[in-house]
T-cell receptor, first 115, second 114 residues
Framework: DARVTQTPRHKVTEMGQEVTMRCQPILGHNTVFWYRQTMMQGLELLAYFRNRAPLDDSGMPKDRFSAEMPDATLATLKIQPSEPRDSAVYFC?????????????FGEGSWLTVV | QQQVKQSPQSLIVQKGGISIINCAYENTAFDYFPWYQQFPGKGPALLIAIRPDVSEKKEGRFTISFNKSAKQFSLHIMDSQPGDSATYFCAARKDPGGYQKVTFGTGTKLQVIP
């Protein structure tokens, strides 16, 4: 049963600390997304990769957030320094884009609390 | 600017009843409209989707109705069951030049009571 794997599942950290979230997309998928979910804003797209290349990170605060795909099996989202307002659930999703079709599959999320 | 507006924010339905969630959009460039279901502690999962050239799509107890001229679409859950209790998100996708960006609605928390 292929699925998107995210680590850590839960993270509590102090303000100012660096946080790194990792994602293993489904094998063979060529698109990777990072979403942030909060009660106030719902699901916000932070970054989008296709074939490991970043295509859109316009939704990501550039001063403290960075997203990378070192290889096809790993995507990372880093926050440095973290702030209490970054507390949210961060979802990674992957899909395979071919022609006009691309169903995306979400991981179970990384629950981040910054105190 | 919220590109996909979803209502209601929450919904309580009796078991066996019909649950209806509505969404509206502005951007006519959207070409694909999926609905996602999210259970507590889990990520959203694709439930059903429709393209704008179709007015209705049905899969089991779940039906999407699509009104292209009104730029509205809705999810109907027939014979609602307690196991359907979850948060439902409508979404819309546009694909300018091969970049498929999905915009989500704000979600509807559905509770089906026995």
């Amino acid at each position: 049963d292929a699925r998107v794997t995210q680590t850590p599942r839960h993270k509590v950290t102090e303000m100012g600390q660096e946080v790194t979230m990792r994602c293993q997309p489904i094998l063979g998928h060529n698109t990777v997304f990072w979403y942030r979910q909060t009660m106030m804003q719902g699901l916000e797209l932070l970054a989008y990769f296709r074939n490991r290349a970043p295509l859109d990170d316009s939704g990501m605060p550039k001063d403290r957030f960075s997203a990378e795909m070192p290889d096809a099996t790993l995507a990372t989202l880093k926050i440095q320094p973290s702030e209490p307002r970054d507390s949210a659930v961060y979802f990674c999703a992957s899909g395979f884009q071919t022609g006009g079709r691309n169903t995306i599959y979400f991981g179970e999320g990384s629950w981040l609390t910054v105190v | 600017q919220q590109q996909v507006k979803q209502s209601p924010q929450s919904l309580i339905v009796q078991k066996g009843g019909i649950s209806i969630i509505n969404c509206a959009y502005e951007n006519t460039a959207f070409d694909y409209f999926p609905w996602y279901q999210q259970f507590p502690g889990k990520g959203p999962a694709l439930l059903i989707a429709i393209r704008p050239d179709v007015s209705e799509k049905k899969e089991g107890r779940f039906t999407i109705s699509f009104n292209k001229s009104a730029k509205q679409f809705s999810l109907h859950i027939m014979d609602s069951q307690p196991g359907d209790s979850a948060t439902y998100f409508c979404a819309a996708r546009k694909d300018p030049g091969g970049y498929q960006k999905v915009t989500f609605g704000t979600g509807t928390k559905l509770q089906v009571i026995p």
